[in-house]
C-alpha cells in the first residue's frame, strides 16, 4: 500500500522557518520523482519544488526561490522540505507527491499523495 505522509507544518511569525517531511512508504522510492504541492484557500493547488530519483536536480517555483531548499534520504524514503524566510502567501496546505522518473509541474500526473499538511504564517 503506497503512503505519502507529511509532517512538520505549524504556525510561523513572517521570516521563520519550518521544516517539512514526507516519509513515504509502498512504492520503490528510488525510481520515484518527488514534488512538493501547495495549496491556499480560493486558489488552485501550485507546484512548489520537485526533486529527481537521484536528487541531483531540483525545480523550484519562482516565489520559492532562494528561501526553500528540497532534499531527499533515499536511505530512510523520506523526502524534506526546509523553508526560511517565510511570508504570509506561503500560508497552504502542503501536500507531497511521488510519481515515475522525472519531474513536472503538472499534478495530475502525480498518482500518489499524501494528506497534506497546514502551514500558517501569521504575525
Known amino acids: 500500500q503506497v503512503q505519502l505522509v507529511e509532517s512538520g507544518g505549524g504556525l510561523v511569525q513572517p521570516g521563520g522557518s519550518l521544516r517539512l517531511s514526507c516519509a513515504t512508504s509502498g512504492f520503490n522510492f528510488d525510481n520515484y520523482a518527488i514534488g512538493w504541492f501547495r495549496q491556499a484557500p480560493g486558489k488552485e493547488r501550485e507546484g512548489v519544488s520537485c526533486?529527481?530519483?537521484?536528487?541531483?536536480?531540483?525545480y523550484y517555483a519562482d516565489s520559492v526561490k532562494g528561501r526553500f531548499t528540497m532534499s531527499r534520504d533515499n536511505a530512510k524514503n523520506t523526502i524534506y522540505l526546509q523553508m526560511s524566510s517565510l511570508k504570509t502567501e506561503d500560508t497552504a496546505v502542503y501536500y507531497c507527491?511521488?510519481?515515475?522518473?522525472?519531474?513536472?509541474?503538472?499534478?495530475?500526473?502525480?498518482?500518489?499523495w499524501g494528506q497534506g499538511t497546514q502551514v500558517t504564517v501569521s504575525s
Open positions: 507527491a511521488a510519481k515515475e522518473y522525472s519531474c513536472t509541474g503538472l499534478d495530475r500526473l502525480y498518482p500518489y
Open positions: 526533486i529527481t530519483t537521484s536528487g541531483t536536480k531540483l
